[in-house]
């Protein structure tokens, strides 16, 4: 078992960043492929970014591609998410999830989840 937990998440001005941390405990991260998703009201859960188990390897939605970095780093079993020209429409719980997805853009595919982080633009 793996237990995530998000941090990070508030009110950021439009074209302003933030970092997101994501902590996890119990078996090692490492062993994980790790992604982020989020949610916002009245809408699907929506792929943000996934990166490989080694960090060699990422993915990112095409709403964040160019704005949004996820990175890791296995010696402190923590994924990162820096998101950079924060937009009105980006305002989300972001969520940190793991696992070893078929499908690495899909959410069920994921097993672990954090319980999220909520972030907050201002126009």
């Known amino acids: 078992q793996v237990q995530l937990a998000e941090s990070g998440g508030g009110l950021v001005q439009a074209g302003g960043s933030l970092r997101l941390s994501c902590a996890a405990s119990?078996?090692?991260?490492?062993?994980?492929?790790m992604g982020w998703f989020r949610q916002a009201p009245g809408k699907e859960r929506e792929f943000v970014a996934t990166i490989s188990t080694s960090g060699l390897n990422t993915y990112y939605g095409d709403s964040v591609k160019g704005r949004f970095t996820i990175s890791r780093d296995n010696a402190k079993n923590t994924v990162y998410l820096q998101m950079n020209s924060l937009k009105p429409e980006d305002p989300a719980v972001y969520y940190c999830?793991?696992?070893?997805?078929?499908?690495?853009?899909?959410?069920?595919?994921?097993?672990?989840w954090g319980q999220g982080t909520q972030v907050t633009v201002s126009s």
């Open positions: 999830a793991g696992g070893s997805p078929t499908w690495i853009d899909k959410a069920p595919n994921y097993a672990y």
């Open positions: 119990g078996q090692t991260n490492s062993r994980y492929r």
